[in-house]
């Protein structure tokens, strides 16, 4: 849960319903866990989603905790702090 409250208060809102931040690959794979999907159903995005998540899963048993940038639709667990604009997004959900 450590690792989804991490990722929770690192991302911000981008537009519509995708969602953004610089995260660990333990962060990514939490977040996974936790329902988010890819933030468009278009086949390059959903590719791209799916890739992203095979490097974390392949940086995590390496150890690399290095963050990259990972876009998604929100999962179950809203973030706890969010920005005035991202708040009154999730208001309207």
């Given at each position: ?69 990972f876009y998604f639709s929100l ?9 005035h604009a991202d708040a009154e ?5």
């Open positions: 849960m450590n690792h989804l409250r991490s990722a929770l208060s690192k991302v911000r809102h981008i537009s519509g319903r995708e969602w953004g931040g610089h995260l660990t690959p333990s962060e990514i794979l939490a977040l996974v866990e936790d329902g988010v999907k890819p933030s468009m159903q278009s086949p390059d995005v959903v590719e791209s989603f799916k890739g992203k998540v095979g490097m974390a899963e392949q940086d995590k048993r390496s150890g690399d905790g290095r963050g990259s940038w999962g179950r667990t809203k973030p706890d702090v969010v920005h997004f999730l208001q309207r959900q």
